[in-house]
């Protein structure tokens, strides 16, 4: 009965309209609005089931938290893949395109792939008679072409929340908590003691947990959930990965988790009989008794193991407009994502180390939120006290309403944010646009030296791409 079902179903696919990404692109931009809740996980099982189950096909770890999910991520790849392992990489959200989600060993998915994959979801869908949003299509897209690519193992970004995301129809090897903060201004301490159970969903019986959250309290709960949960939880990161200056103190510590995120997997998950472990950066060899042979020491001198520290001297740190510095453009150019109180207050740390490394002869930031994520009296006290250390000056700006955005709800009032940070005495003015306030950004410092920096939401990035005319990276 099951695989006459499964052929009928076969059938109806292959007949089924086929979109063109143009259409694709809208059907998607439609489908934030479907919120998630139980209904969410039902019908991903119901799809996931009629596909064929690629979520049981895969091995995942899932990568959750507030800040630092993407930078996780791709860490975690990258060492996987030094490890001889065929990664996939879902990230969220995207800059330009959608292709930007899906990445094997850190190639993003051809147009022609991402049409074929999302087709297929959309016709199951539509035969199935249910009614999916956008996270939804795009987690289950992605299950599906890390299944048929036949990757090792997945790496999941679980964009927010935790229960009820699409990708927890997967048992995880690893869930990975990068920490939870007040993601917006409404946030107190009740609301985040929320966040942090509803983040815990991802995990279940026999699944590895680590965290790089620096609040005691925050890990005594998880700890608590995650035992709860008959997980298995493994001692949270202190230490910063060795990388190289200013990335150390900027990401080290999400260097350092998805250190720790791939040793677990590489220990735990792995087979017996995996052929990384001898030349393995993550998997220590057994300790061996007595003095090593002279054969042995002639061995290590002629082929030295490879280091983490060697692996991280060579690792990219950047992720394009999460954190990316373009020192090619006149002047440099700074993007960063930022979107909430604990992501900015990094990043001017990343600005004052860019300066200690090069003094600047210019600095302005521009800046575009949306309402409730970072526009409170904590923010207009942290700018204050940057631009008394650091010379420079505030350029805030709207976003631009016509995009299709996940979560960042309305822009805030550049006018009414930009007259409060003046009356702290900080250099500040509003602009109507982003192309007005970039214009002024550059004029403002020196073309060689100066540095214009530009942040407070994906979207503002996004304008910042489709400014200078780029269309996909």
Request: charged share 25%; glycine share 6%; net charge positive.
């Amino acid at each position: 009965m099951m695989d006459t079902l499964k052929q009928s179903l076969s059938k109806e696919l292959l007949s089924a309209k086929q979109r063109t990404y143009a259409d694709i692109v809208e059907f998607l931009d439609k489908r934030w609005h479907v919120k998630q809740n139980s209904q969410t996980i039902e019908r991903m099982k119901v799809l996931d089931k009629a596909l064929q189950s690629p979520s049981k096909k895969i091995n995942t770890i899932l990568v959750a938290g507030t800040n630092g999910k993407s930078l996780t991520i791709n860490f975690t790849t990258q060492l996987l893949r030094a490890e001889g392992l065929k990664v996939g990489s879902f990230y969220s959200p995207h800059t330009l395109t959608y292709n930007e989600r899906f990445a094997v060993n850190s190639e993003t998915i051809t147009n022609k792939a991402f049409v074929e994959v999302i087709n297929e979801i959309i016709a199951a869908a539509e035969e199935l008679a249910i009614e999916p949003g956008a996270q939804e299509l795009l987690a289950m897209a992605a299950l599906k072409y890390f299944a048929d690519q036949g990757v090792d193992v997945a790496v999941l970004e679980v964009n927010e929340g935790g229960t009820f995301n699409p990708v927890n129809i997967c048992n995880a090897h690893v869930a990975t908590i990068t920490r939870v903060t007040p993601c917006d201004t409404d946030t107190d301490e009740v609301k985040l003691q929320a966040g942090i159970e509803d983040v815990m969903g991802i995990v279940k019986q026999g699944t590895h947990v680590v965290s790089g959250d620096q609040n005691k309290g925050h890990l005594q709960r998880m700890h608590q959930l995650a035992d709860k949960a008959k997980g298995l939880w493994a001692m949270p990161i202190r230490k910063l990965a060795t990388l190289t200056y200013p990335f150390e103190q900027l990401h080290g510590r999400c260097a350092a988790l998805a250190e720790r995120t791939a040793q677990i997997y590489a220990e735990h998950a792995l087979g017996k009989d995996a052929t990384v472990v001898s030349d393995s950066l993550l998997i220590k060899p057994k300790g061996q008794r007595g003095r090593p042979t002279l054969d042995e020491k002639r061995r290590s001198e002629l082929y030295p193991r490879k280091t983490l520290e060697q692996f991280w001297k060579e690792t990219t740190n950047q992720l394009p407009s999460r954190f990316q510095l373009l020192d090619k453009e006149k002047p440099s150019i700074l993007l960063d994502n930022a979107s909430n109180i604990d992501a900015f207050k990094n990043l001017l740390l990343g600005i004052r180390l860019l300066h200690y490394q090069r003094p600047l002869k210019g600095l302005t930031i521009v800046i575009g939120a949306a309402k409730k994520s970072l526009y409170s009296e904590e923010f207009l006290k942290m700018i204050r006290y940057f631009f008394k250390k650091t010379s420079g000056q505030l350029i805030v700006c709207p976003l631009d309403e016509t995009l299709p955005r996940v979560g960042e709800g309305t822009s805030w009032d550049a006018e009414q944010v930009a007259n409060d940070a003046k009356s702290m005495k900080v250099k500040a003015r509003a602009c109507a646009s982003f192309e007005e306030a970039f214009d002024a950004a550059k004029k403002s410092v020196d073309e060689r030296n100066g540095l214009v920096v530009i942040t407070g939401s994906q979207s503002i990035i996004h304008q910042y791409w489709k400014h200078k005319g780029i269309k996909k990276f």
